[in-house]
């Protein structure tokens, strides 16, 4: 079964946060963008979008590149690329 956007979103979150409460930097931003991107899928932004966008080029620097979390780095872009193919549809 396919995951929804939404999912996808959710289970980032879910990998992000403990990170992001130990106030590293990357995470804290990477969870920023990834609940920007909730609302916006669910239709309740709340402001405009993060600028810049670079949710997916953090994740392979810090998760894949140099970290051991590849799967985590795949899925932050690939949340990334389905949402700005949904903005750039709007």
């Known amino acids: 079964m396919d995951r929804t956007l939404l999912d996808m979103i959710d289970a ?3 990998e992000i946060q403990p990170m992001a409460a130990q106030s590293f930097g990357p995470a ?8 920007w991107c909730r609302d916006f899928e669910l239709g309740a932004i709340k ?8 949710m997916g080029l953090m994740a392979v620097r810090e998760f894949d590149m140099y970290g051991d979390q590849p799967e985590l780095a ?7 690329r389905l949402v700005e193919a949904k903005l750039d549809g709007a």
Do not use: D, T
């Not at 402001?47 to 670079?54: A, N, T, V, Y």
């Open 74 to 80: 795949s899925l932050i872009n690939q949340v990334q």
């Open 12 to 14: 980032a979150l879910e």
């Open 28 to 35: 804290i931003s990477i969870e920023a963008q990834l609940r």
């Open 47 to 54: 402001g405009p979008l993060p600028k810049p966008f670079s």
